[in-house]
């Protein structure tokens, strides 16, 4: 692959990687706004919904692990950077609206 091919397909997957966790990160938020409504079985849902879109950024991450692993030399790519930090920032949402979830269940059934 040349350089400007690798650099192409970069570009398209760290786009992948941004649009699906981005999407995934919001999709946690309206969970605890489903929450705090005491929509709980909706807020479940929306999770389920998010892992769900998640993952396919996640599989697009997986997608450049598999190019270097083929020997590819990977530039440094800022792209590539932001990316993997909206995906640890929809990492994090998950796992704050999660615990907040369950405290406004027990909270909300007393």
Do not use: N, W
């Not at 990687?17 to 999709?27: D, E, L, P, Q």
């Not at 879109?53 to 996640?58: M, S, V």
Request: hydrophobic share 45%.
């Amino acid at each position: 692959m040349t350089r400007e091919e690798l650099k192409a397909k970069m570009e398209e997957i760290d786009f992948r990687i941004i649009a699906s966790v981005g999407t995934a990160r919001s999709i946690y938020i309206e969970a605890l706004g489903c929450a705090k409504e005491g929509a709980f079985e909706e807020a479940h849902a929306k999770i389920a919904e998010a892992d769900a879109i998640y993952a396919g950024g996640h599989e697009a991450h997986q997608d450049l692990l598999q190019l270097q692993g083929e020997g590819e030399e990977m530039p440094f790519d800022l792209l590539l950077v932001h990316a993997e930090d909206q995906m640890m920032s929809a990492e994090c949402f998950k796992v704050m609206a999660m615990e907040l979830i369950e405290i406004y269940e027990k909270r909300l059934s007393c």
